[in-house]
């Protein structure tokens, strides 16, 4: 069974970091592009960031382009999202995503 | 951009009758590689994103025969043959081919009249 489990998030600042996980298990991790999606209260779904199976190419929007880096861990099966210089429109549940999902986990960016 | 489109965006159902979502694209969804990426998703309150669908047509594991899904070049549909209980929530379908950048439509509410 595919599972990816999130961690990470919670409550910052205007100007300070996060850094989000997603532990994978049931493919083969390594195999697999791998995406980060968010949803803002009351908003649509926003692709957020995307990374090859190898860890080499990554892609952001360009509402992060700059603050935040995706990185993977294909020993650990694991993904990363670095967020930094977080905005308080930052504020959102984060999804990684393989087609599969994970559960979510919340930013809240405030002052 | 791709921009998805989704109708209705709510949709009332009687238990036992059958549903179907539209979705549309900016631009065709067919990839270089001859496939289209187009996938369906549920999502129910509180829960974990579900997929559905992929590849337009292709039923993920465990997913009941009762959804199916159709269409190609920019025009998809989502059918559920008997809708039950346990399928209220919203439906999102979104866009894989223009990779790395996923789009989605914006959600369809399927609530039990």
């Known amino acids: 069974e595919v599972q990816l489990l999130q961690s990470g998030g919670g409550l910052v600042q205007p100007g300070g970091s996060l850094r989000l996980s997603c532990a994978a298990s049931?493919?083969?991790?390594?195999?697999?592009?791998l995406s980060w999606v968010r949803q803002a209260p009351g908003k649509g779904l926003e692709w957020v960031s995307g990374i090859s199976g190898n860890g080499k190419m990554t892609y952001y929007a360009e509402t992060v382009k700059g603050r935040f880096t995706v990185f993977r861990d294909n020993s650990k099966n694991t993904l990363y999202l670095q967020m930094n210089s977080l905005r308080v429109d930052d504020t959102a549940v984060y999804y990684c995503?393989?087609?599969?999902w994970g559960q979510g986990t919340l930013v809240t960016v405030s002052s | 951009d791709v921009v998805m489109t989704q109708s209705p965006l709510s949709l009332p159902v009687t238990l036992g009758q059958p549903a179907s979502i539209s979705c549309r694209s900016s631009q065709s969804l067919v990839h270089s590689d001859g496939n289209t990426y187009l996938n369906w998703f549920h999502v129910r309150p509180g829960q974990t994103p579900r997929p559905l669908i992929y590849k337009v047509s292709n039923r993920d594991s465990g997913v009941p025969d009762r959804f199916s899904g159709s269409g190609s070049g920019s025009n998809f549909t989502l059918e559920i043959s008997r809708v039950e209980a346990e399928d209220v929530g919203l439906y999102y379908c979104m866009q894989a081919t223009h990779w790395p950048m996923y789009t989605f439509g914006p959600g369809t509410k399927l609530e039990i009249k």
């Open positions: 995503s393989s087609g599969y």
């Open positions: 049931g493919f083969t991790f390594s195999s697999y592009a």
